[in-house]
């Protein structure tokens, strides 16, 4: 889910608890069902930034692995007369 979908969850359950009636639908409490909604958003919304720290601080190390089989290093000694 991302920082986009946990405002997104926000912004739906905020619609939810206060925009609707509660007694609006009859099979469910839609302030509860927004209630919900929003809570799972915040969870969404820390969780996002969490892993967003976590993936700003890793480092990495690039190894470079250089063979030189049968030619001399360059700058060795001079060749022999």
């Known amino acids: 889910?991302?920082?986009?979908?946990?405002?997104?969850?926000?912004?739906?359950?905020?619609?939810?608890?206060?925009?609707?009636?509660?007694?609006?639908?009859?099979?469910?409490?839609?302030?509860?069902?927004?209630?919900?909604?929003?809570v799972v958003g915040v969870l969404a919304l820390v969780l996002a930034f969490a892993m967003q720290r976590q993936r700003r601080n890793t480092s990495h190390a690039e190894y470079i692995e250089r063979r030189d089989i049968g030619n001399p290093p360059p700058g060795g000694p001079p060749p022999a007369r």
């Open 1 to 38: 889910m991302g920082i986009g979908g946990g405002i997104f969850l926000i912004v739906v359950g905020a619609i939810l608890a206060f925009g609707l009636s509660p007694d609006t639908w009859e099979v469910f409490n839609i302030n509860t069902i927004g209630y919900i909604l929003m």
